[in-house]
């Protein structure tokens, strides 16, 4: 077996759990609407926590990354993971009660906390500099056709009943295999010597990548905890058609990815602009009730994720080099998700305190502010910061 070949397969490997984290709650997005409708009695928010409430505890495992990495090797924290998420997500099926659903929720936040870090954290382990922008556009690639295939089979599977959307967690058996097949059992090592989840100095060193993808996921999962709610009823869009603009949304943000590479390495200024503005964009254009401006405004905030996301994630494994797994990969994760997790509730207050409670577009009119703050942020931490040329990365 060549090093070649061994390197495509531990690339595979890698890439095959970038498929899975978006499914810890994007998955099962087009199927909220029957959920809510299921869940009659239950509190909206609780709802909603369906999809949410996952990265609240993807957050507190990630806290604890460093110190179980050096207990257990990669191969077993990845193992552990996919077999908590294949269990956890599925087992939702099972779940007629809503206090049960929101605990495997919470089981399932847990397995993408091992699985996260490692998704990200292995490209700047096992590959030189110089090649992680390509990688990590690929990862968010991957990342996002994860999404575009648990969308469509959740809208597609939700159409037999509201339970049959989990059934999509059952792709994780693939990535399993090829865990148990072809992914290292090594230990990861790391600068961090005290084994304790991270020193403050890292937050402080990272602090504009990971101030950034906190903005980043509070903006973009305004996305799917409403465009189905709101799309049918500001457009009276069907379920079907809510779910082709929800895989629409994913292909875009994929292309974007597969396309990183060449985009950051042409657009270098201006790259680190792209997130924040076509948010800006997206959420713009969903404020008109017709089918043509939903489908633009879908494209532009999956080119603002398909691009951010890999920006975001490459500047901070340069940035903390070979041991970017236990550093600042898990403050990036944690970052990731507590955005998913906050996003709801800060839509909810702030579109309390601004608009009108009839305004059924208030979300996204919250999404525009929260753009515009973003762009302040990337702006006063990266306006005088630039790429490294290209070849020296």
Excluded at 17 to 29: E, F, N, Q, Y
Excluded at 176 to 193: C, F, H, T, Y
Aim: glycine share 8%; hydrophobic share 55%.
């Amino acid at each position: 077996m060549t090093n070649n070949t061994v390197s495509r397969r531990v690339t595979a490997t890698i890439l095959s759990m970038s498929l899975l984290t978006v499914m810890a709650g994007a998955a099962i997005a087009p199927a909220l609407g029957i959920i809510k409708a299921h869940f009659a009695s239950a509190p909206a928010l609780l709802v909603q926590f369906i999809v949410s409430l996952p990265a609240l505890f993807i957050i507190v495992t990630n806290l604890f990354f460093l110190p179980l990495s050096r207990l257990l090797h990669i191969r077993a924290i990845a193992t552990t993971g996919l077999v908590l998420y294949v269990t956890a997500g599925a087992g939702c099926f099972f779940a007629d009660n809503i206090v049960l659903m929101l605990l495997l929720r919470a089981v399932l936040g847990i397995s993408v906390g091992l699985i996260m870090p490692l998704s990200t954290g292995l490209l700047a382990y096992y590959f030189p500099p110089e090649e992680q922008a390509r990688l990590m556009g690929l990862s968010a690639a991957m990342n996002q056709m994860g999404g575009v295939v648990a969308t469509l089979l959740a809208g597609l599977l939700a159409t037999i009943a509201w339970n049959y959307a989990f059934l999509v967690y059952l792709l994780g058996m693939i990535a399993l295999i090829m865990v148990w097949r072809w992914l290292p059992d090594e230990q990861l090592g790391s600068a961090n010597k005290r084994g304790v989840p991270f020193q403050p100095r890292q937050l402080l060193k990272f602090h504009p990548s990971v101030t950034g993808m906190l903005l980043l996921m509070m903006i973009f999962f305004i996305f799917p905890t409403n465009f189905a709610i709101i799309a049918g009823k500001q457009a009276g869009l069907s379920t079907e058609t809510v779910t082709i603009v929800m895989v629409g949304l994913d292909m875009v943000a994929f292309f974007a990815g597969l396309m990183f590479g060449k985009i950051m390495n042409h657009y270098r200024k201006a790259v680190k602009y792209f997130a924040p503005l076509f948010f800006l964009g997206g959420y713009a254009a969903y404020l008109q009730p017709s089918l043509p401006a939903i489908v633009l405004g879908s494209a532009f905030i999956g080119i603002a994720t398909g691009v951010g996301v890999p920006y975001l994630n490459t500047i901070a494994s340069i940035k903390g080099g070979r041991n970017s797994a236990t550093t600042v990969m898990p403050l990036l994760s944690a970052a990731l998700y507590l955005g998913q997790f906050i996003s709801p509730l800060a839509v909810m207050m702030l579109s309390g305190w601004l608009f009108e409670a009839t305004d059924a577009t208030a979300p996204y009119k919250v999404g525009i502010l929260l753009s515009g703050v973003y762009l302040l942020q990337t702006f006063c931490t990266r306006h005088f910061q630039s790429l490294p040329p290209e070849g020296k990365q």
